[in-house]
């Protein structure tokens, strides 16, 4: 109950509008040509799709590979999740269904609550080299601002599951009492930074008009988020992997959406 009351409420919100504002800052300079927005298209709608399609299958392969060396708990889950691959496919081909009316732009590109600090009254916002893992070429590639959006709300998952299953602070017995109400904090602070980031840009171009292409995108960005979150887990830290077999379930339950 306490970590619903209004300073944290407060920083969800403010998270929303300094990510708003960061969006709108990296797009103020539009007379330079590495700040001018760019069109999306059907064709590189379908080029998005076309590189998550090897991402899912790295990833998957990688999961059947490593199954049985991850922690017990985290097996059914796992199979669960397999069993899910082409039914993950079809979610991610909707990104070009039809021509999505937006424009993509220079973005943060590594964007996760570790890369926010609170200076006690505010929240400051580094590290803009973008993904460590891909050339230095791919970070200035423009891309739709909801890919930070996304990834935001994804940190906010490891927040819950992280508390709950990797600092033994909460008794195993106890996780299934405690779950619901996990599940509900990351429901409710994701909508809460939704709706201050949605307000913030609230008719710039990089956001879709209509609320079926924005639920589409972020559905398509949160789970790219997920299968690459699952796939550096099982390569990185096995006993974390339970958090994006949590994420990736959420996602394809449709819990976790851009409805605000």
Do not use: C
């Given at each position: 109950i306490h970590l619903m009351e209004g300073p944290v409420i407060e920083q969800?919100?403010?998270?929303?509008?300094?990510?708003?504002?960061?969006?709108?800052?990296?797009?103020?300079?539009?007379?330079?040509?590495?700040f001018q927005p760019e069109e999306y298209s059907l064709h590189y709608q379908r080029s998005i799709f076309a590189s998550l399609k090897p991402l899912v299958r790295a990833s998957f392969q990688n999961l059947t590979k490593s199954i049985k060396r991850l922690p017990e708990e985290s097996r059914p889950e796992a199979k669960e999740v397999l069993s899910m691959m082409d039914e993950i496919l079809n979610e991610m081909k909707k990104v070009y269904r039809k021509k999505i009316d937006i424009v993509k732009r220079r973005i943060?590109?590594?964007?996760?609550?570790?890369?926010?600090?609170?200076?006690?009254?505010?929240?400051?916002?580094?590290?803009?080299?973008?993904?460590?893992?891909?050339s230095y070429s791919e970070r200035r590639i423009k891309r739709s601002p909801l890919r930070d959006v996304a990834s935001m709300v994804r940190s906010f998952h490891y927040v819950v599951y992280g508390g709950l299953f990797l600092n033994n602070q909460v008794r195993?017995?106890?996780?299934?009492?405690?779950?619901?109400?996990?599940?509900?904090?990351?429901?409710?602070?994701?909508?809460?930074?939704?709706?201050?980031y949605m307000e913030t840009v609230d008719?710039?171009?990089?956001?879709?008009?209509?609320?079926?292409?924005?639920?589409?995108?972020?559905?398509?960005?949160?789970?790219?988020?997920?299968?690459?979150?699952?796939?550096y887990e099982l390569n990185s830290r096995p006993d974390w992997v339970i958090v994006p077999l949590k994420g990736i379930k959420a996602i394809m339950q449709g819990e976790v959406s851009a409805k605000v």
């Open positions: 969800a919100r403010l998270l929303g509008v300094r990510t708003g504002e960061m969006h709108l800052a990296l797009g103020a300079r539009s007379d330079l040509k590495d943060h590109g590594d964007y996760h609550l570790g890369q926010v600090l609170f200076t006690g009254k505010d929240l400051v916002i580094m590290d803009f080299e973008g993904e460590p893992s891909r195993k017995e106890d996780i299934n009492r405690v779950l619901p109400y996990s599940e509900m904090w990351h429901n409710y602070m994701s909508g809460i930074f939704m709706q201050a008719g710039h171009a990089f956001i879709p008009k209509d609320k079926e292409d924005l639920d589409v995108l972020m559905r398509t960005f949160l789970l790219e988020k997920a299968v690459y979150e699952l796939n």
